[in-house]
């Protein structure tokens, strides 16, 4: 009998440490959550206050935390006084049975619904507001999500583009949502709200960059699980000033010219000189581009050293994907094959007239892109003429097909044979789509 009195006093005092279990892993992660808020080098934290989106959120958020840890705290003040107060004790007699309270049970319906009421008013408020329609003077995009990569299209601008996005700081800018396959989701965490790509269904998404954003590099990604390569649906966006985007943009809209900008960014405020630089070199692509009366193009593009190396990709080519070492690419034999290959079937180059796919990423500026294979990969030479070689061996499910002589296809389970590229001529290519600024 002694012994089974001390067992419930055992059990009585492994009960209580089991009540501290909650607090202390309650503890661990609210350090973990005020270790990462706002925190620069944490560059995919969600708790910032960089657009007006976020703010509301992450306000919203403050204010359940602050309801939801003033009930924690009673809620455990309460189980401990219990536990202690009531614990088993040697030769303690049975406790007095009750049956109802009218006065608490009264007290514990309306005490909750008063705090669901606290709750409720700011969110349906928030949920209003990041549902409204976006400003009338908003810039405009267009977000297509396609297995597995994210297509940009700047309709007021007539831009197109693929796995890179530009946005200006201190204007409001509405995405527009829509997929080509299955559902995806876009986000950029950095900026806040992330919203699902329905099919059948165009979904909004509006929020204003701060002006303390730019010249930030973010990570955006997609978030519902859409198969295979689901985790390799990347892209970058690019918070600029209004002046950099005006440059960006004006450059975009038109036509491929190679060798025409150094990766570099062009002084916004000196237009003309600028475009009387970008025209000092040769090398334009196809008839098509030989109209000297064209303005030249003025270009933006997002310097290398202010990108947060985080947003760089680091994953490298399976080692399967061989190839010839030492080979230069020669950028006009390349445009040559490339124009003769499968390449043009899905892929739009503006200002060659033989590329006007639109099924894969448009390529028209190519080259002024930091990655490739949906963001997976770093657009260096390297990367790219394995990806032209064997795409599907470098990113599952790539609907892109393997292009290299010899090397093995998915889509068609059988070695590439007839139409396949040498690597000379992948180099070319290569070189070609590289010039592409
Ligand atoms: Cu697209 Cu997951």
């Known amino acids: 009998m002694a012994s089974f009195s001390r067992f419930c006093r055992i059990f009585a005092g492994a009960q209580m440490f089991r009540g501290l279990v909650p607090v202390a892993r309650t503890a661990v992660l609210l ?40 009930v924690f705290v009673i809620v455990e003040i309460g189980i401990l006084y219990i536990v202690f107060k009531f614990k088993a004790r040697p030769n303690s007699p049975d406790p007095k049975h009750v049956h109802g309270n009218t006065a608490l049970e009264i007290a514990w319906t309306a005490i909750p619904a008063v705090i669901l009421a606290f709750i409720a008013v700011p969110t349906v408020k928030t949920i209003f507001m990041t549902q409204a329609k976006a400003p009338a003077n ?9 297995q597995w990569w994210w297509e940009f299209r700047y309709p007021q601008y007539g831009i197109t583009t693929a796995t890179e996005l530009y946005l200006p700081v201190g204007r409001p800018v509405n995405f527009k949502l829509n997929t080509k396959d299955v559902l995806h989701s876009f986000w950029i965490p950095r ?17 204003t960059p701060r002006d303390s954003m730019a010249m930030k590099s973010l990570n955006g990604s997609c978030n519902e699980y859409c198969g295979s390569s689901h985790a390799n649906m990347k892209f970058r966006a690019f918070t600029v000033t209004p002046e950099q985007f005006a440059s960006w943009a004006a450059h975009q809209r038109g036509p491929a010219v190679y060798g025409a900008v150094t990766p570099q960014s062009v ?16 090398g334009q692509i196809g008839a098509a581009l030989a109209d000297a009366a064209a303005p030249a193009p003025v270009g933006f593009i997002f ?99 393997a292009i290299g002589n010899g090397e093995y296809n998915p889509a068609i389970k059988a070695k590439v044979t007839m139409g396949g590229l040498s690597d000379q001529q992948i180099a070319d290519v290569a070189a070609y789509l590289q010039a592409l600024k």
């Open 191 to 207: 900026l806040g709200g992330k919203r699902d790509l329905i099919s059948n269904r165009t979904n909004y998404l509006w929020m």
């Open 303 to 401: 310097p290398r050293e202010k990108l947060d190396p985080s947003s760089l990709p680091s994953a490298t080519p399976p080692s399967s994907i061989g190839f010839t070492a030492g080979l230069a690419g020669d950028a006009e034999r390349g445009q040559k094959v490339y124009s003769r290959s499968s390449c043009i079937g899905c892929h739009k180059v503006s200002g060659n007239p033989m590329s006007a796919g639109v099924i894969g990423p448009n390529l028209t500026h190519f080259g002024s892109r930091y990655s490739l294979g949906g963001s997976l990969y770093e657009n260096t030479t390297e990367n790219l003429v394995r990806w032209i070689k064997n795409a599907p061996a470098m990113k599952p499910g790539s609907l892109m097909p």
């Open 267 to 282: 002084p916004a405020a000196t237009p003309a000189a600028a475009g009387a630089a970008a025209t000092t070199r040769s």
């Open 138 to 146: 908003a810039l405009q995009v267009e977000v297509i999500g396609h």
């Open 31 to 70: 350090l973990a959550v005020a270790a990462t808020a706002g925190a620069q080098q944490y560059p995919n934290t969600s708790f910032n206050y960089t657009t007006e989106m976020n703010e509301a959120v992450t306000h919203l958020w403050d204010q359940l935390l602050f309801w939801a840890t003033i």
